[in-house]
């Protein structure tokens, strides 16, 4: 212990004792406090008996117990030995849903752009449809207009 915290220690006990804490110190206290708790809450836990750990260490240093580690995205996992192999099939099993989900978008993807595609195919052809359409309508017209004349001939 570095003889300063010692006689910062000392110096708040004879303070405690004379109920003199200052609220500055009670408020350095409870920072301190919450420090230590975010930072075993932040820390992993022992599997056996949730005790903090630290980062790779093979066993806990509160009940001794052998912990196994394991990191998924960069996060760092303690588990027991048994966890380990149950661990690695929920990986698989969750690699495999996500590939399955994956296959099951990118298909309906396909079969969204496939119907928008044959959409897009018959307006086109139904564009490309409407200009003959209009010419057999004027061409009747067009053949009325003729036979009126004729007709109008013949009458003559
Ligand atoms: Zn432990």
Known sequence: MDPSDILGALQRTTNIKQNQLTLQE?????EDLRRKEAEEAAAPKCP???GAISNGVAKCRHCTSE?????????AYVLTAEEVPQYF???????????????????????EAALKA???????????????AGAIIIFFI???????????????
């Open 26 to 30: 009670i408020a350095g206290l409870r």
């Open 89 to 111: 099939v929920q990986q698989k099993l969750h690699e495999l849903a996500w590939e399955k989900q994956q296959r099951a978008e990118a298909e309906k993807l396909l079969a």
């Open 67 to 75: 912990v196994q580690w394991c990191e998924v995205e960069g996060k």
């Open 48 to 50: 056996y008996c949730a």
């Open 142 to 156: 067009f053949l009325v207009f003729i036979i009126a004349i004729f007709i109008s001939e013949a009458v003559r």
């Open 118 to 132: 044959s959409a897009e195919k018959q307006k086109e052809i139904d564009e490309m449809n409407w200009p003959s």
